[in-house]
């Protein structure tokens, strides 16, 4: 694979039987996963924000992400982190700067450049 990727500004772990994998949330809002042990480039997700990924969190079947755009995103991944598609994307007032939740992701916290840490609530 090809790639002159910027940035990597977060980074999680998704285990699997097939081994650990590693997704980079990029400077350009896509992300990049690769093997643990090698850090050989493996796939390079379609451009899920239009600017830098700020964090990360793996829930799941759930990637979570925030960006710079004032977004976050709910993404569906396969059980190696093999992305399938953006899920929901929320679109917020601030700059999201950090994001976390449990094992379950009904519950998101996220902090945002004002200094405000929020909870978003999600019901099925």
Excluded: W
């Excluded at 977060?10 to 650990?20: L, T």
């Excluded at 690769?34 to 379609?46: A, I």
């Excluded at 964090?55 to 993404?75: E, Q, V, Y």
């Amino acid at each position: 694979m090809a790639f002159n990727p910027p940035f990597c500004y977060s980074a999680c772990v998704v285990k699997s039987p097939q081994g650990e994998k590693v997704l980079l949330g990029l400077g350009n809002g896509t992300v990049l996963r690769v093997k643990r042990g090698d850090l050989k480039p493996m796939e390079l997700s379609p451009e899920l924000h239009q600017q830098q990924i700020t964090s990360m969190k793996h829930a799941k079947n759930l990637l979570l992400t925030c960006s710079t755009d004032k977004t976050i995103g709910m993404h569906s991944i396969k059980e190696d982190g093999e992305f399938e598609g953006t899920t929901l994307k929320i679109q917020l007032e601030d700059k999201p700067t950090d994001l976390t939740t449990g094992h379950d992701p009904d519950h998101i916290y996220f902090s945002d450049v004002t200094g405000l840490i929020s909870k978003l609530t999600l019901k099925q």
